[in-house]
């Protein structure tokens, strides 16, 4: 596990979610410490008055910053029974209806949103990149192809969108099973699987800090895939690097043809280092997996895509049954970004960006920030030899020891975590605290890992 990779990439730079007023971003310098102080005096005040909107939304947007979505939704939906909620009420609220999956319900907030901001052009370009969003996240492309932008305003996502006669990721099993099973070539550092992109072989790495799939440049040149439009994307160490948007007619993994799939394009076979050999030409990221009921089967060492059902959930926990360890929820935001509650050492309920493409011995990485809340020393950082980088390319790592880390109850002791890849913005890069990324050495010490986005939760298997 030599090298060092972490292919992360934020892909819709100007489609992040602005759902929150310029003037409501918390300040650069704000820890969760503040914010905890803060959240503790807002939930007496909560306690004692339940019904002044002020202290309501003063108490969800603490809960919402401090990364309890789940409660800052009970808290705040309340408020939208009244009959005119005022724009931070909506804001807030749509907010949390996209990072839960309630994706129709945000739709109408936004529409919403943009009608009380009548007049207000960013603030009505911020509601219909949030509905966009939430479009997307369905595979609605027809209906992005409705929102109207005023001119000037170029975003990768509407025009990736506008290339698509027919919404994407079609799918078609080739059993009646509706079961695809692909085995891993190699599960450390990172699962490679083979992928065929309108029927061409292709080594792809699987890793959730992606969005939609990505092709390497060359093979895609060599295929006739054309750029549909371009964009600029962050990577580990806060990078940035151009990536390009494109289109496959198919992509097939074991028994399942998704048809219609938007694809990233970007270079990916100097990823290949410390990979066995394989080329490394794509990766599977998370939309890949929003199309099924999918698990990295860790223990058996294959990736397992069920077609996503209410029986196929059912049958799946019943298969499971005591080596179901935990069901942790998870939300949802921008496109691919994955967050869920985890614990560092002695500090509980922080949140954790779930994104398995840290190529390396680390299960985490963190920010300045979370080092001191931590009280753990600054570890030294250089671009170390024989590493790789990721997608924009080599930035200084340190190394630092962990006690424990954990997600939900998953509780692993000894562990190391890598400092260098999570810049101090992406402390607060959603209007809310990232604490850190777990990634894939945490993930592999379960028998498997499964996303089921029907009901916003990871399942986890325990090894025998």
Partial sequence: MKPLLHTTTLLLLLCSQLSLAQEDRPRGGKTRTDVLIALEQ??????????????RLAYGRLLFESGDFWQAREVILPLMDAVSPSIATVEMAAKLQYLTGHYEDAVSLYNQLREAKSGDVSGQVAANVNKLLSYYQQNRFDRIN????????QLPNAAVAAAFTENPYRIEWHTDARISVAPFHITDPLPVITVEVDGIPVQMLFDTGGDMFILDSEIALRMGIRPITTAMGTFGGG??????????????IGDVTIHTVPLTI????????????????????????RQFLGSLDYAREQLVLRERSPENNRRLRADMGERLTAEIPFVLDQTHLMMARGSLNDKEELTFFIDSG?????????????????DIEEPEVRIREGTVGGGGGLWASGQFSI???GLGPLI???????YGSRTPNSYWTEFYIQDGLLSHQFL?????????FDNMTYLFEVRD
Avoid: C
């Fill in 239 to 252: 990078l940035r690097q151009e990536i390009s948007f494109g289109k496959a007619e198919t992509v097939k």
């Fill in 444 to 452: 592999r010490q379960y028998a498997s890992w499964t996303i089921d």
């Fill in 412 to 418: 692993q002791h000894t562990a190391t975590g890598e």
């Fill in 266 to 289: 970007l270079p990916t076979k100097r990823f290949s280092q410390g990979f066995g050999g394989y080329t490394i030409g794509g990766i599977i990221g998370t939309a890949a997996m």
């Fill in 403 to 405: 006690k424990q880390v």
């Fill in 146 to 153: 409705q929102i109207q932008f005023p001119p000037g305003i």
């Fill in 42 to 55: 807002a939930a007496i005040s909560f306690r004692q008055d339940q019904s002044t909107t002020e202290i």
């Fill in 358 to 374: 840290l190529a390396s011995q680390n299960m985490v990485t963190v920010p300045i920030q979370t080092l001191e809340y931590l």
